[in-house]
DNA sequence: CATCCATGCTACGTTTTTGATAGCGCTGAT
DNA sequence: ATCAGCGCTATCAAAAACGTAGCATGGATG
């Protein structure tokens, strides 16, 4: 395992992650990705849990979302998470556990 | 363990992880992170890093970064990833590794 | 049928962010 | 003294995101 860490730092960045950076520089990308964990969300449901986003911007990252086989729509029940949505779920999982630690460890 | 998981996509989403996804989504800012996984780099080793980024833009991240303890300053050494920066890094290896399976997987 | 309401989504003008490029001031090596 | 590399700033152009209004559709209700 510290081995394989060890790789990942020695290994340049690849074109995958080099994109997976890239959608996650997208404003609300991510967090449309958390905000559908609960389950399938109407547009203007994913539009009120993210609080403040635009429409126009939703529907890009939608699409956007949409093309990258991480979010699908359903008629009738709005956006849900694909299977590699729900992957990328667990991920940002433990981002949600990072940012924890952190906001603990500024006060 | 699936318990806990099932508490996360219940419980709203937090102010600590709210931030961590703005973060998320600024342009460069997580791959800056990245990149300093290699160890410290200079200015313009980690603009070179990057590929393409605007020095503006990379001094606007790293004042950010720094601010919220991710990134610190040497002095003659350059820009390098604190504690919290290096679990951040861990948090990126799972994306690292879900973008693999991505693109795995689209083909 | 007519009305109402919620939905997904588009249009558009403004603001914010990012980008590209040039170059300044400093430091250390030659 | 010169020179190269460094961190960083300035400036202007381009792109992304925002806020708001509103359209078209479709289902429920009177």
Redesign the interface.
Known sequence: MAQR?QN???AP??????????L????????IV??L???PLSFRALQA?CGTISPSVLQHRLHGLRD??IVERIPRLGYRLTA?GE??F??L????K??????K??H
């Open positions: 860490v990942l730092r020695r960045t690849s074109v995958a992650m080099a994109s997976a950076l890239a996650s520089g997208r404003r609300w990308a991510f967090r958390w905000e964990r609960v389950g849990a990258l086989g590699s992957r990328l667990h991920v999982a433990a981002l949600n990072w940012s924890a630690e952190l906001t460890e500024l």
